[in-house]
């Protein structure tokens, strides 16, 4: 038999505003890897006039697919094929990524897109990929739905400007994109970890310090900016 979803109890305490705040903290600390990926997929847009526009309709997208993940957690959470399915997915992107090889700039060779709705397809899912593992630490947290949901909304807000911010270190930062990915890929194999072994706690204390040591490495080097004389 299955579980029913998480319930939906308004129930405002003192406890409240310390469990959002953690929520909404935790929400900032994982994107920054989901935030490079979506900064990268954009960049993939041919036309950049679409790119802010890519990033706005993606994640509306990936808001609702989102939310809809929140509700339906209890049954997620209960069918490990759910995470195997995000764990490949971000893997496959992280393969994608390191075996595209260059351009003649040296720079990553993303894949190209056209139309808009080429991207945000892309975005929204790549975004309910890294919501399992970021939606099963919030419930971990609190089984208040309302207050999932609330911390998940000014999360994905943070998350659109983050990913704005990362555009512009990627012109700026030599192994940035790099380290994205590989923290991507980190996502990836815990996902996987999670889905063999369920009873196995990885620390989020460990995640946050992987990735907080992949990221200084990919901040720890600008690109030599060309002067046009």
Same mark, same amino acid.
């Given at each position: ?23 909404v903290?935790?929400?900032?600390v ?24 890519? *990033?706005?309709?993606?994640? /509306?997208?990936? @808001? ?6 929140i509700v339906? !957690?209890?049954?997620? $959470? ?17 393969f994608?990524?390191?075996?595209a090889g260059?351009n ?6 993303r894949?190209q ?5 080429q991207v945000?397809?892309?975005?929204a899912?790549?975004?309910?990929a ?11 947290v609190?089984?208040d ?9 000014i ?8 990913a704005? *911010?990362?555009i512009?270190? /990627?012109?700026? @930062?030599t ?6 990915y590989? !923290?991507?890929?980190? $996502? ?36 030599e ?5």
């Amino acid at each position: 038999m299955i579980d029913p979803p998480i319930e939906l109890p308004v129930d405002i305490g003192m406890s409240t505003p310390i469990l959002l705040l953690v929520l909404v903290a935790l929400e900032a600390v994982l994107s920054a890897d989901n935030a490079i990926a979506l900064a990268s997929i954009s960049q993939g847009l041919v036309d950049e006039k679409l790119r802010p526009k890519a *990033l706005n309709l993606g994640l /509306l997208f990936a @808001y609702i697919l989102r939310m809809t993940l929140i509700v339906a !957690a209890t049954w997620v $959470v209960r069918y490990w094929q759910f995470q195997v399915l995000g764990a490949a997915y971000l893997l496959w992107l992280v393969f994608q990524y390191f075996t595209a090889g260059k351009n003649e700039d040296g720079e990553p060779q993303r894949p190209q897109y056209t139309s808009l709705w080429q991207v945000i397809p892309i975005i929204a899912v790549t975004d309910l990929a890294f919501s399992l593992d970021s939606v099963a630490t919030a419930i971990a947290v609190s089984t208040d739905t309302w207050l999932v949901i609330s911390g998940a909304t000014i999360g994905i807000i943070l998350l659109r400007f983050m990913a704005e *911010l990362f555009i512009r270190w /990627l012109a700026e @930062y030599t192994h940035l994109e790099d380290a994205g990915y590989v !923290a991507v890929g980190l $996502v990836g194999v815990k996902l996987l970890v999670r889905a063999i072994y369920p009873d196995l706690e990885i620390p989020e204390l460990l995640t946050i310090v992987l990735v907080a040591i992949i990221f200084t490495w990919g901040f720890s080097q600008r690109k030599e900016l060309v002067s046009k004389e």
